[in-house]
């Protein structure tokens, strides 16, 4: 096993005495101790849960030192203190197992295999002084179960004592649980936005739930703003579904140009703020259990303020759902400025008295994944005061290349039939309430309405609707740091979205760091191998609570798990470079070669009406059957290159340019590049490794233990896919013509990633049309013919 | 959906007052109020996360109260309560969504069709007698997620206020969380054994960890005996595992009888107890997060400790594992006995301080499913003075049942080459703590070995080693009432351990009660439908707090799930009785009826290389192919009845009677009896309905909601099976001769079961020999023969 550490920062040895001493491991009159004499106290220390010297003796006789004695026998035996005992020892500490992991003969070849840190040392036998550098580092190191040893330590108590300090403590750069999470403070505010959503004459009041630690300090706020916070309307979401057992139409040609369709903001008429009544610290509201995403539980025992909040349209709220337009942001932006001071939130709905943050140190990330990092992107565009950083984790940056794609309308996997308006429905929490919903049925009726109209499931353009919900076009306002985290096998929100985000960033100079793991659409702070979340704390107790620990050089620009070897996380620094070089291959006959062939290859996109059904219940299927290149399915076309000679490392956007007709005035093509081999790869779902063995502060909130585990051994996987209109050969927003038998030239990008095809296995391109979990399905007639002389593929290699 | 509740008890008006006034609902003067005013007063009570009355008005808002006005201008405008408004707020109290569960028009509908009770009364509006009473009830009403809606206020908060009573409340029977969990004191203590199980001259110290309430009352205790509870050897393990493609062997026809193999008790000559040095009431060691089952966290907060021992051979305790054998019960009931007061328990295993359980009411329960329930069985059985009552969950009641069957090797379902020896190894958990196993392991090692020879593979028959390991010889010592709860479809510890154990108790007039559920080997105290948690909080408050509740009275003797219908579980007298009535079908060529035939079929039992070795690493391939009649798969005979005119209600063991022959001198017959006909049927593995939704106090730990969810549409289920090997046709301890060729009638009992097959559908049966999931597979030639005359099936019918 290998574990991954890149939050560890570099320190000094007296720093390291100075943070051993604060966090009350050793006295300044342990340097004088003899070795022995102090792993015997930092041992006692360390078993926290025992009060008697026998106790204490007892334990230590438990713990194997060396081949032939438990560590009892050898410490009374022994004045000098080997450094193969040290670390026989903390590798059972660190609970590693010496019938799997290590074996007590080399220790030191464990903690290199493993990928730990071992001190510097000059002989066999550790100094007083190496071994406090030694007992340092192993507090850092990770354990086999995902977290720091001190941060095991805090939640069997260690820093019970240091509750009543009331102030902040770090260890290696970190912020430590020092608050008790069970005495945090729980209330309810209503921001008043700057905004009238549903259009009552008010403006919008938002509810925000905030949990915070009980203390004198002024603290930061870890913002999570989330939609379904509040709870969703799943069945009556699931009524709206569209259905996609359509066919795709003809779209008249246009001359449609950006300008045409451009979103411009125009400012609304707003209805004047509310008259405040009085002014209390006191909020008159709390609530039992919020919503949480576990890196906020984590982070709440160490200082850090949380708060929720689900926005217009959702429970306990004014104003209606938009899916992601501005009225979504200025709902989502108003928490971080009451947080920062610069706007009013109430007590409650009706005596208009304010309620300040008065325990705010003004300063806010936001965390959360999918529309909750959407929106924490959408907010960071606006440039709003107080939002010092971002960490957007598998976010929408914009919400066209989430419900579309090239003229199509494309799904997120798994949920065929589900767009803006779906969503809308799905969150608009107000509906739980059905005696506030009574009031406002038929305003959300036609709020909805214009949804489904705007989002035009009819043609799949780029339209002023879309416009408005794409954040990329205000990158030039961020201010705050931004983090990126996104899943290179998240076909919800697809890779694209991390990296034309990235890429903006980059282009205008702004700082960020993005972190690209081999998962599907999950959460990343709960692995074994990674240390997701000491990364994190680094960043955020350097932004929040300007820690001076050296984050923003620390940490790589870029990091990539491995797709090949389980455990691997590699820094680069950058991603999907234009610089890369390109490598070229032509379509021959089931072939992907260096020559040009003149070839021309059809295959009919129509199946018999019962395989038809079978498929659009059974999608997995479809997808092995489709890309399973010995099936009887004959709906698309299967190229290969020979078995590679040398690994191929593909690094962004691949690029496929066809000659192709259709029989008919409508078509489209979708594509798939696949690794071809017998291989076990790595589950894109992390296992399930220990249920309930992470928490973040003694007798408080737990969570599961994951990893990325390999899979059965399977003979192909998808790389990446792209499906383009072809009538939208130039732009998203512009019909082309299509005439029926005319060959045309198309180019289609598909979603950007980073992986490695190791040599022996084939690199393959799958050509088809309907995709059964993505497209409409309209089973139509329609052949497509594909001229292999103009027909190519171009691979951005990693160098 | 459906709610089933058997815990509710009868409750009358008078009793209903008291109660309420207790837990601080009403008062005196309620019953002189108005409907409209109290009914006001009871939401202001169960709203607690607000403090004005604004907030209290503007959360009134939110409800609807019929299709016209919401709560808050309902309460306003009239001076009566319309039934409809309650149960129309009551349903949105609940949870229970009016787009999805109910229709504001028609409340009372909506709660009959979900099962929920509903107050008597005289006309269409409530008198405050008829709320009063209408508010009682739906305290004791399970919301849509799967709590009472009282212990739904609990998590929120509502019994705070009362942590400082100091003192048990009982609401409809069953005890409220009034201690407060994250202040429950958590201790360490070892327990001397009455046992010297590793041989090393004293008596075994054992390992218990307590988890208590802080209160000055006396408390009974739940305990969990988990071996596993402080860690497994999983890879350790796994290396131990047989080898099960071997050949099933020949054996040598013997004359044996009982009393050869009987296992008689002799009594062993033990150390001397240790001298106690001392008395304290203050244990020297804690713990910081013991490994819990979820439903004793429930029970802490309602005033119950609950203790946990994971007995011989494991991490801080004395001794080996053995596997189920009297040494593992004799260190099962020590905790028992030192919780009630007759045994001596150290504060650790040096100083000989004895600390006593001076906290204890001298009652326990013991709790847990699989090994931990086969431990409470074992306990009850030895009679041991304070243990009240046991609640065993998928418990096995004799090892040879668990690893064995008719003289035949037969894994657990899913486990195949596990045995007595691996199990014992996985749990031996002092392997864990490397400085103690260093001095042990040549003892371990030939601990391990006289366990690997006395389960004796090579024969599969019952022996000395086996009779050892049931517990069912020893009944009619159970002192304590025992409450059984078993999956119908749990192939891990198979239904015959159950019902077995459940006929013993029946014949000896012990009183017991029986939970049958449709699910495998898992818990069911976090469901939708079913109150599990409830009903035994209404027996542990009778059994071990003495409250006169009528829990034996109430509760019905036997609970079985419906295999057909969700959501729904049946009550009835008795299980598998003997007054059942018996249809037999008689067997012909691919039929089952009620005609005889004078045919012989055969099959061969091998399979080309190639496939055997897919069979064994695909287990479930193997098994559809088995029983689906249409496959290819040859090595079988499939019988089937024609479709049923009337449902089919199988209640009880299925015996198969076969005259059958070998084409060799070895043989074995296995049969799965089936459901055919396509149909959604029942998950066995209960699906996720809310992730971390339960919560049984404030601020306490949390569980997922659970239920059984009908499955995709398939063709066929298994409902039963069974196995024998051919030498053993009179019993499992005497070789039968087995010529080849030779003509034998065997009878074969399935494992019990209650299983419904509508009609239409068709009732089948598989003979087949190698079961790749539970016998060797040893591939052998073998061709059986099955004279049809002679053969046939009798189903005994519930009814």
């Keep these: 096993m290998k574990i991954n550490q890149f939050a560890t920062i570099p320190t000094n040895f007296d720093q390291q005495v100075k943070e051993l001493i604060n966090i009350r491991f050793i006295d300044e009159n342990s340097l004088s101790d003899n070795p022995i004499q102090l792993f015997r106290r930092l041992l006692q220390k360390t078993f926290i849960n025992m009060t008697g010297e026998s106790d204490l003796n007892e334990k230590l006789s438990t713990y194997q030192a060396n081949l032939e004695s438990d560590l009892k026998t050898y410490l009374d035996e022994n004045s000098e203190l080997d450094i193969n005992v040290f670390y026989n020892v903390s590798l059972q500490l660190l609970e590693f197992n010496p019938d799997v992991d290590f074996t007590f003969s080399k220790p030191l070849e464990a903690m290199k295999t493993i990928q730990l840190k071992i001190v510097d040392h000059q002989s066999q036998y550790l100094s007083t002084n190496e071994l406090i550098s030694a007992w340092y580092w192993l507090l850092t190191t990770h354990n086999k179960f995902g977290q720091m040893f001190i941060d095991k330590l805090a939640s069997q108590g260690y820093f019970v004592p240091f509750y009543n300090l009331d102030n902040y403590l770090y260890f290696n750069g970190k912020s430590m649980p020092v608050f008790d999470p069970n005495e945090a403070i729980r209330e309810i505010v209503y921001v008043e936005s700057n905004q009238d959503s549903d259009l009552d004459g008010k403006l919008d009041l938002l509810k925000v739930e905030i949990i915070r630690p009980k203390t004198s300090q002024k603290v930061p706020t870890l913002y999570t703003a989330s939609p379904y916070n509040q709870g969703t309307n799943d069945e009556t979401g699931d009524k709206l579904m569209h259905n996609v057992n359509i066919p795709l139409a003809h779209k008249e040609p246009t001359e449609t140009s950006y300008e045409d369709i451009e979103y411009k903001v125009t400012d609304a008429k707003l209805p004047a703020p509310r008259k405040i009544n009085g002014q209390t610290d006191i909020a008159t509201q709390t609530f039992s259990r919020e919503s949480s995403y576990t890196m906020n539980d984590y982070f709440l025992a160490r200082g850090f303020a949380v708060a929720y909040s689900a926005g217009i349209g959702t429970k306990d709220s004014d104003g209606f759902r938009t899916t992601g337009d501005k009225e979504e942001t200025i709902s989502t932006i108003a928490t971080i400025e009451w947080l920062a001071g610069n706007r009013v939130a109430f007590t409650n709905r009706t005596d208009n008295i304010a309620i300040e943050a008065n325990w705010s140190n003004h300063k806010v990330a936001m965390t959360g994944r999918s529309y909750l990092g959407t929106l924490a992107t959408a907010a960071a565009t606006t440039g709003v005061e107080g939002l010092e950083t971002i960490i957007s984790e598998a976010a929408i940056s914009s919400w066209y290349d989430y419900y579309r794609e090239n003229g199509l309308v494309i799904a997120p996997g798994g949920f065929p039939g589900e767009d803006a308006d779906v969503l809308a429905e799905e969150t608009f929490s107000r509906r739980l309430q059905p005696g506030d919903f009574l009031k406002i049925k038929n305003n959300w009726e036609n709020q909805l309405q214009s949804i489904t109209d705007g989002q035009d499931r009819l043609t799949g353009n780029y339209n002023e609707f879309w416009d408005a919900r794409n954040y990329r076009k205000d990158l030039k306002n961020i201010k705050a740091d931004v983090f990126m985290v996104h899943g290179l096998n998240d076909w919800n929100v697809k890779p694209t979205q991390v990296e034309k985000l990235y890429q903006g960033l980059n282009q205008l100079g702004i700082k960020s760091k993005l972190i690209l793991h081999q998962g599907e659409h999950i959460y990343i702070n709960n692995f074994q191998s990674f240390d997701y979340t000491d990364i994190i704390n680094l960043w955020l107790s350097n932004k929040l609570l300007e820690q001076q620990n050296n984050a923003q050089e620390v940490l790589p620009p870029v990091i990539i798990q ?238």
């Design 562 to 799: 491995d797709n090949v070897k389980p455990e691997t996380w590699n820094k680069f620094d950058s991603w999907a470079s234009d610089k890369n070089e390109i490598k070229n291959f032509y379509l021959q006959p089931d072939k992907l070669s260096s020559e040009k062939s003149s070839e021309v290859l059809s295959f009919n996109d129509q199946l018999p009406s019962e395989k038809f059904d079978f498929y659009t219940k059974n999608i997995a299927t479809w997808q092995n059957d489709l890309i399973n290149s010995g099936s009887n399915y004959n709906n698309r076309l299967v190229f290969k290159t020979d078995p590679l000679k040398e690994d191929l490392v593909i690094d962004g956007n691949v690029n496929i340019s066809l000659e192709v007709s259709s029989s008919e005035n409508v078509g489209l093509i979708s594509a798939q590049l696949m690794d071809y081999g017998e291989a076990r790869r790595l589950n894109i779902t992390p296992s399930l490794i220990a249920k309930n063995r992470l928490s973040g502060a003694y007798n408080w909130r737990e969570d599961d233990l994951r990893e990325f585990t390999l899979g059965k051994t399977a003979k192909y996987k998808m790389i990446t896919k792209g499906h383009i209109n072809l009538q939208n050969r130039k732009n998203s927003f512009k019909n082309d013509e299509l005439n029926a038998g005319k060959r045309y030239q198309i180019s289609l990008q598909l979603q950007p990633t980073m992986y490695r095809i190791p040599k022996g296995r084939q690199l393959g391109l799958v050509i088809y049309a309907t995709d059964f979990g993505m497209t409409v399905r309209g089973n139509q007639d329609i052949t497509y013919s594909i001229s292999l002389n103009n027909s190519s593929i171009s691979i951005p290699i990693h160098k």
